[in-house]
């Protein structure tokens, strides 16, 4: 009886420590558009439902991507009367309500931006003691995706923080996707698996590919430092709780072959993939980067195991993720400013995940190749691999077991 009673106890407190976060929001990464690192807080009601309809009619919710999410610059500066937080009433003059619906209409899911601290990163107020009565909000608004920052948090407990508004997004009863962006000071790959669906791994990035923007007393991160910095996070995600190494700058700027190694990383990575680019205006290489379905099948796949970096050969690194049904990807990145020629000999290379317990073993299976943005079947593991792999360009190979 005793037993019995002690294993109900058990059992109770288990359940509760794993309900905390609502369950399958995001089985696989999250995809979608944010404001933040085109417009920042230049942001408003048009803009909002133009970008819905261009991620219609562009086919980018047909690729996958979902949520528009307002990052900071969405609110009045002060909370009303009753602590509420208020829409910018100029930039949003039909009420975010409206907007949300409308975003709805199309099919597409909505987020906001607040901040676990006193004021988000622009100013403006945070939630900080506020956190169940933000959450009732959003709730009430019905928001689907929450981005949550870490500024003016001096003297907060990271873990503490962003635990009670989960809490308070479960306890509010609509299902929210939880987005953590603490930059990975605090090693959210430890604890916030049960907390949020994802977590910034990184301060933010910048449109560069190789370098950073200094800005004195804080930088941006380019793409190659944000993916070096991913070494050894792989573990810690999986389906429901994804590393995230920041938005995509895909079309802001760097050339199309960065745009694509870019884009294939994050793929690789299994990162989220927020768009972050003025979807109204893209080129047409912008649009077929970011809609190109059998690079994102390899973000999506359903194993969501984070890939990782297999070695790097002359400046040529090769990334590898396993993906299910004894599938792998493989993606061979020159990160060098010359052209590169690579001859990989698959007989050669006996790829291990030691983590996932996966192994691609040439002398075990022919596996048949597909160049993923080529779109075309590129032999088999039988022969060497040589092909010529211009600067800051990727080969993204899908590897078949079968
Ligand atoms: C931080 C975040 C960014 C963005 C801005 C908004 O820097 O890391 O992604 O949300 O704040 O102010």
Redesign the pocket.
């Known amino acids: 009886m005793k037993n019995k009673i002690l294993l109900l106890i058990a059992l109770f407190f288990f359940v509760n420590v794993h309900a905390q976060k609502f369950e399958n929001l995001a089985l696989t990464p999250p995809m979608g558009w944010n404001s933040?690192n085109t417009f920042?807080t230049n942001i408003n009601e048009d803009l909002v439902k133009q970008t819905a309809d261009a991620i219609v009619s562009s086919g980018m919710k047909a690729a996958g991507y979902e949520y528009i999410v307002l990052?900071?610059g969405w609110m009045e500066m002060e909370r009303d009367s009753a602590g509420n937080l208020v829409p910018d009433r100029k930039k949003f003059p039909h009420g975010m309500k409206v907007l949300i619906d409308y975003v709805h209409s199309k099919g597409l899911k909505f987020g906001l931006?607040n901040c676990a601290g006193t004021k988000?990163?622009?100013g403006y107020p945070g939630t900080r003691g506020y956190e169940y009565q933000d959450a009732r909000f959003y709730a009430n608004l019905g928001i689907d995706y929450l981005?949550f920052?870490w500024?003016s948090s001096d003297g907060l407990n990271a873990k503490e923080s962003y635990t009670t508004m989960s809490k308070a997004l479960k306890k509010a009863g609509r299902p929210i996707v939880f987005s953590l962006?603490e930059?990975g000071q605090n090693k959210p790959w430890e604890w916030a698996e049960n907390v949020g669906e994802l977590w910034?791994t990184t301060?933010?990035i910048t449109a560069k590919f190789d370098g950073y923007l200094d800005h004195g007393s804080w930088k941006q991160t380019g793409v190659m430092p944000i993916a070096d910095l991913q070494k050894g996070l792989r573990k810690y995600a999986g389906p429901g709780h994804w590393n995230d190494p920041?938005?995509l700058e895909v079309g802001n700027g760097m050339s199309t072959n960065e745009d694509r190694a870019h884009f294939s990383l994050w793929c690789m990575l299994a990162a989220p993939l927020i768009a972050g680019n003025d979807v109204r205006k893209m080129s047409e290489t912008t649009k077929d980067i970011l809609t190109n379905k059998e690079v994102i099948a390899v973000d999506q796949d359903k194993a969501g195991i984070e890939g990782f970096l297999y070695k790097t050969i002359d400046s040529v690194e090769i990334y590898v993720k396993p993906l299910s049904e004894n599938n792998w990807a493989i993606c061979f990145l020159n990160r060098s400013a010359e052209t590169k020629n690579i001859n990989f000999n698959w007989q050669n290379e006996v790829i291990n995940d030691t983590i996932f317990n996966r192994s691609l073993d040439t002398k075990k299976v022919n596996y048949q190749l597909r160049d993923l943005w080529k779109k075309v079947n590129v032999g088999d593991t039988k022969k060497p691999l040589k092909k010529q792999i211009e600067s800051h360009n990727v080969l993204m190979l899908k590897v078949s077991g079968r």
């Open positions: 933040w920042q990052d900071d931006y988000t990163c622009a981005k920052d500024c962006c930059w910034r301060g933010d920041d938005m």
